[in-house]
C-alpha cells in the first residue's frame, strides 16, 4: 500500500535583476512542470503577481509570503529554485515572513559551458551559497540537492524530489503528533522507558489509558455487537485462523473495537501496548493480531508500551509509506558477522510475511497455557530490501537521539517460531557495537524500503535530534 496524500510544495523562484530575466521565466516554467508530471501540487506567485512569478525585492517576498500564509495548512514543504544567481535576500524573507516550520529545499540549475555568455550565463552554481549563506544566517533550516547544481528535468533531481517528499511527509506527520500508551510498561522491561517531557518538547504528545479501562469496556461488549461482528470478520479476513479457538477470536475482536474507539476518540495516530503478560492473564489473548492489523494500515503498533519504537516505526512508515514493524535484533545468524535473525513474537503486519497465520505465543505459553496465548502473526518475513530506525529519548543528556541505516531481509533458511527474517547489513559488527556503546533498545523499526537517508535529514535537520546514519 501507498501513501496516498498528495504533496503540495510552495515554490520559490529566485531572480536576480542583471542576470538574464528569461531564465527566471524559463524555470517557473521547468519546476512546474516537473512538479506536475511527479503529482505535486505547487504554490507559487503567478507572473501576473511577480515579474515573471519570481521573487527578487522585498515587496515580492512580501506578496509569496502572503500566499504562502494563506495556503499554509496544505503547504509540505518549499522548494527554491534557482534558475540564475537569484536574489538571496528575497528569498530568505519570504521564508521568514511566512512561517510555515516546513522543509525547504535548494535547487540550483546548472550553467552549459557552451552558454556562458551574458545572454544565458546563470551563475546559480554560486548563487546557491548566497542563498544558503542568508538561510543560515536567518535560523531557517534547509535541504540540499544531491548535487550541487542540478537540472530539473533529469533523473537525479527526480530522485532528491522523491527523498524531499519523504522528509516532507515525516515533518508532517510528526507536527502535533499524539502517540497511545495502552497499559503500563512491563515490569521487567527497563530497557523502554522513556522521557513524556523530552518528547512534548519536539511537540510529540502521549496520551495514556490504562489496561483496567481497556478490559472493563471489553467487558461491557456483547458478542452479538454490530463492530464486534465486522471486526471478527476483518480478523478472519486478514490471515487464516484455522485452529484458533472461537472465544478467542471474539475476544481479539472485541479488543480491537476498544482499540479503535479509544484511538479515534483521543486523537491519537499510534500506539504502543502492554502485553507481557496482563492481556493474557486477565483477558486470555496476546493482542498481535489487532496490533499487526493496525501497523498493516500504517497505524504503527509496538508492544511492550515501547513508545519511542513506536514512533521510529512511524517515521519510516512516513517515508515509505508502505508498513513497518518493531523486530528485536535477536541471534547471530551462523557465523556470518554481516548477517542477524530479527524476530518478533509476532506482531508484524502482514505486508511483512511470505505466508501468515494465526497461531499461540511459544513464549508466554509456558507461564500462562497455551489456551491464553493465541493471536500471534507467525511466519517467515519475505526477502526485499530494509530501512531500519531506532530513535530515543536519552534523559541523562536532554535529548533525542537515534540512528538510522539499510539493508536487506534475505531467503537464507530459518527455523524457528513466532516472526522472523534474516537480515544483511554491511558492516554490521560496527552498527552492533554503536548500539550497545550508545545504550539503545534491543528494539529496532524496519521497513521494506530505502528511506534512512530521508529519516535522518528529517531528523537531524528540522527536529534537531542528532542521528547516526550507518552507511
Known sequence: MANDKKMTMGVIVGNRGFFPDHLAKTGREEVLAVLGKAGISAIALSPEESKYGAVETHEEAKRCAALFKKHEKEIDGVIVTLPNFGDERAIADTLRLARLNVPVLVQATPDSAAKMTITHRRDSFCGKMSACNNLKQYGIPYSLTALHTVALDSPEFAADLAKFSAVCRIVRGLTNL???AIGARPAAFNTVRYSEKLLEASGISVETLDLSEVLGRIGRLKDSDDLVVAKLAAI???????GVPEPALVKMAKLGVVTEQWMKSADVAVSAVQCWTSLEENLGIVPCTIMSMMSDNLLSSACEVDVCGTLSMHMLALASGTPSALLDWNNNYGSDPDKAVC????????HFFREVRMDFQEIIAGTVGKENTFGTAVGKVKS?????????TVDRDGVIRGYVGEGKFTDDSLETFGG????HIPEMQKLLRY??????????????STVS???????????????????
Do not use: D
Open 178 to 180: 499524539r502517540i497511545g
Open 236 to 242: 478472519r479476513k486478514y490471515m487464516s485462523t484455522a
Open 343 to 350: 524476530f518478533h513474537c509476532s506482531n508484524l503486519p502482514k
Open 384 to 392: 526485499g530490501a530494509m530501512s531500519f530506525a531506532r530513535f530515543s
Open 420 to 423: 522472523a527474517g534474516v537480515v
Open 435 to 448: 548500539i550497545c556503546e550508545n545504550g539503545y533498545e534491543h528494539h529496532v523499526a524496519a521497513n521494506f
Open 453 to 471: 537517508s530521508a529519516v535522518q535529514e528529517a531528523a537531524q535537520t528540522y527536529l534537531g535530534w542528532q542521528t547516526y546514519h550507518h552507511a
